[in-house]
């Protein structure tokens, strides 16, 4: 396999990896509702997922290291040349800095912050991350009060019913 082949199949996998790590992180966050273990699940196995194809992919054609700690090693084990493990390195920062710019140009639109909090000054991206903030911040914390007495609830229906 040419040197050129294996550094483009070292570039391509990296940043294959990295946007599908990155981009089912923010969708599996996005998903979950605040449930953390159900994002990390759906991160780990996108992530596991990915690894068998890229691995299986580009294994024969660069070895798939992806990685220029892994890479370091190889140098270091004395299996790769110094020239070829920079130009590894290379290869797989530029692929890695392409596919966090990848992930982020999907989701680019949850830096906007549309979703403001009737109760704070928060703002979200998506009306589930509002709902779930406002579930878990605000019901807690009881931020309805009766103008009337000192009662306080955690929900606006429930200070209707309180003053009626």
């Not at 140098?75 to 790769?80: C, S, T, Y």
Request: proline share 4%; glycine share 10%.
């Amino acid at each position: 396999m040419t040197p050129s082949r294996r550094l483009a199949a070292e570039a391509l996998g990296t940043f294959s990896l990295l946007a599908t790590v990155i981009g089912s992180g923010i969708m599996a966050e996005r998903l979950a509702d605040g449930n953390l273990a159900l994002a990390l699940l759906g991160n780990t196995i996108p992530t596991g997922a990915i690894l068998v194809v890229l691995i299986t992919v580009f294994g024969p054609i660069s070895g798939a290291q992806f990685n220029p700690a892994v890479t370091l090693c190889f140098w270091l084990r004395g299996e790769m040349k110094r020239q070829e493990a920079l130009f590894y390195i290379c290869a797989q920062i530029f692929g890695g800095i392409l596919g966090v710019f990848a992930a982020h140009m999907m989701f680019d639109h949850e830096k906007r912050r549309d979703h403001a909090c009737p109760h704070c000054a928060a703002a979200f991206g998506e009306v589930n991350h509002l709902t779930a903030h406002i579930r878990t911040v605000h019901e807690k914390r009881k931020d309805h009060a009766c103008p009337h007495c000192a009662a306080a609830f955690g929900e606006a229906g429930a200070l209707t019913k309180h003053v009626r």
